[in-house]
């Protein structure tokens, strides 16, 4: 099964340079390669700043967009990489292992299966 692991974290802490963040930082750079090592990577994207994004919104046929991303918090999205895992616990332990879950949060997602009926709310 896929899971969508959404890693979220402070910029001001990413970048300002202290050594837990210069680690974590060092230690992305090959994180792609371990995953693609025991067979749980699936596609990686870091993201940019969130100041060069748009937030859209379609009302009554409308478009709207609005600079920047639609919140308020200190933490970002800053990336997405989509694993194979047997399970949401194993998902969990594969992203405990990404160097920014150490200084970030990762929210690990269940990736929908279309050929499943939808979801009952």
Not at 8 to 19: Q, R, T, V
Not at 94 to 117: C, K, M, N, W, Y
């Amino acid at each position: 099964m896929r899971y969508a692991c959404l890693i979220y974290y402070d910029p001001k802490i990413l970048f300002g340079g202290g050594p837990e963040a210069n680690a974590a930082l060092a230690e992305c750079e090959h994180h792609d390669d371990k995953l693609r090592e025991t067979g749980h990577f699936v596609t990686g994207e870091a993201l940019e700043m969130p100041d060069g994004a748009l937030t859209v919104r379609v009302r009554d046929g409308k478009m709207s967009t609005v600079d920047g991303p639609f919140m308020e918090t200190k933490e970002m999205l800053g990336g997405i990489v989509v694993i194979d895992a047997a399970d949401l616990n194993e998902a969990a332990r594969v992203a405990a292992g990404h160097p920014l879950a150490t200084i970030g949060s990762i929210e690990v997602r269940p990736v929908v299966d279309f050929s499943q009926p939808r979801p009952e709310l």
